[in-house]
C-alpha cells in the first residue's frame, strides 16, 4: 500500500468516526432519566468506542513503518506515536467506555468532554502523522545538492 493510499484509509476511517460521534452528539441531545434514552446513548458511545479501537489498531500498524522513513522528521513522528499517541488511543477508548456506564447525567457530560477531546486528537493527527506533505508517494530527497 502506497503512502497516500494509507493517507486516504485513514482519513476515510477519521469521516467515519466523525459520523459517529454526531450519532453520540445526537444521543446526548435527546439523553435523559428515562432508561430508553440512555440505552440509546449507551449503545452509541460502546459502537463508537469499538470503532475508535478498531481504527486505533489499524493506524499504528499501517502507521509506523511507514512515518519512520517520510522526512527528517519521522523518527520524531514515531516518537510522538510511541509516548503519548498510544496511550490516548486508550484512554480515549477508556473514557467512552467509562460514560456508557455512568447514570444519565454523568455519561452526558462526560461523553461530550471526551467527544471534544477525540476531535481535537484526530485534528492533530491529521496535521503531523496524515498531512498531504508527510504521507506522499514520491520520494522527498533532504540532501539535494543541485549545483
Not at 440505552?39 to 489499524?58: C, F, G, I, M, V
Not at 498510544?86 to 457530560?109: E, I, R
Not at 461523553?111 to 496524515?130: D, I, N, P, S
Amino acid at each position: 500500500m502506497t503512502a497516500s493510499q494509507i493517507r486516504a484509509e485513514l482519513l476515510k476511517d477519521h469521516a467515519g468516526l466523525r459520523t459517529l460521534i454526531e450519532e453520540v452528539r445526537l444521543a446526548v441531545a435527546r439523553a435523559d432519566a428515562r432508561a430508553s434514552t440512555h440505552r440509546d446513548l449507551r449503545e452509541r458511545l460502546q459502537r463508537l468506542a469499538t470503532a475508535l479501537s478498531a481504527h486505533n489498531q489499524r493506524e499504528e500498524a499501517m502507521l509506523r513503518a511507514i512515518v519512520k522513513q517520510v522526512d527528517a522528521w519521522g523518527p520524531v513522528r514515531v516518537e510522538i506515536m510511541d509516548e503519548s499517541h498510544l496511550k490516548q488511543h486508550t484512554d480515549l477508548v477508556a473514557a467512552l467506555l467509562a460514560a456508557g456506564t455512568a447514570d444519565a447525567g454523568v455519561a452526558s457530560a462526560t461523553a461530550v468532554a471526551t467527544l471534544e477531546h477525540l476531535e481535537t486528537h484526530m485534528a492533530r493527527e491529521e496535521e503531523v502523522l496524515l498531512a498531504e506533505d508527510v504521507l506522499r508517494d514520491d520520494e522527498v530527497v533532504i540532501d539535494y545538492f543541485g549545483g
